[in-house]
């Protein structure tokens, strides 16, 4: 493990290959990057940032796993989003435009980036409350979300209040607790929104300290019940940051879980880009 495991978010990463804009506010764009390689388009894979859906963290820290994820052949797309503490953040547009984001990206990338991204819904990779927000648009919109790899998700947003996780930061989402406001925590928070019928992969580390991993449990739990197609992946040397480090000993396990959900999902291409 890193002395420092937050050190991969201020990490440089090389710029994107292009910046598109799904709506007119600044904060509705995404940064793409071309897959490696030659071969026939391949799926979209949207990495959604986390950060407790806080103004103070943008795309930028998850540059350096998308240009990884690049580098082993898949169309990448760093979809950016209003969030709390900025005009516009919080309920509900933090949550609609990432909903917004994920479901116009594979034909903005496809314009961007001519031949390498294939006309199917995106797989998407949230990281902490970015894996909130992927599971939140599986659920809302199954059809624009070909699969959910959720990284030390913040899977229950009722418990993580409770928790008061990062000081607060579910009850700056949706502007209280839930016994504040019900109907929001209803349609936003994944423990209520089961099941999911997206393929769905959740790694967390035993070690998280943002994150507990009793909450991925808990979610997994709930949803296979249900008859949500979720796995659970933990790692018991891991902690919150390790997941998005592409130099950590956990990256290893978050390509190989890509690779599965990719050759899982129906076939684009006789070939997985992550060998």
């Known amino acids: 493990m890193p002395a420092d495991p937050r050190a991969v978010l201020t990490r440089p990463a090389p710029p994107p290959d292009a910046t598109v804009a799904y709506g007119d506010h600044p904060d509705q764009c995404a940064d793409l990057r071309r897959p490696a390689g030659d071969g026939p388009p391949r799926r979209l894979v949207v990495v959604v940032h986390g950060g407790f859906w806080r103004a103070e963290y943008d795309r930028t820290h998850t540059g350096p796993m998308a240009a990884a994820l690049a580098a082993l052949g898949h169309p990448v797309a760093q979809v950016e989003y209003r969030r709390t503490g900025q005009p516009g953040g919080g309920w509900p547009h933090t949550l609609t435009d990432v909903l917004a984001g994920v479901t116009a990206l594979p034909g903005l990338a496809a314009a961007a980036l001519p031949g390498l991204v294939a006309s199917a819904p995106p797989i998407v990779v949230g990281h902490s409350a970015g894996g909130h927000l992927a599971l939140y648009v599986a659920a809302h919109a199954p059809a624009a979300v070909g699969g959910v790899l959720a990284l030390a998700p913040v899977a229950d947003l009722a418990e993580a209040y409770r928790l008061d996780l990062d ?8 502007g209280g607790g839930p016994s504040d406001v019900p109907d929001r925590y209803a349609a936003t928070d994944p423990s209520s929104l089961v099941p999911i019928q997206t393929r769905t992969v959740v790694i967390h580390g035993a070690l998280d300290q943002q994150v507990p991993l009793a909450i991925s449990r808990s979610w997994v739990s709930a949803a296979r019940a249900a008859g ?8 018991p040397e891991c902690e919150h940051f390790g997941l998005i480090a592409p130099d950590s000993a956990a990256w290893p396990r978050v390509v190989a879980a890509l690779r599965s959900l990719h050759d899982d999902l129906p076939g684009i291409d006789a070939a997985s880009p992550s060998r």
């Open 167 to 174: 000081g607060g930061a579910v009850a700056a989402l949706l």
């Open 228 to 235: 949500s197609p979720a796995t659970l992946i933990e790692l």
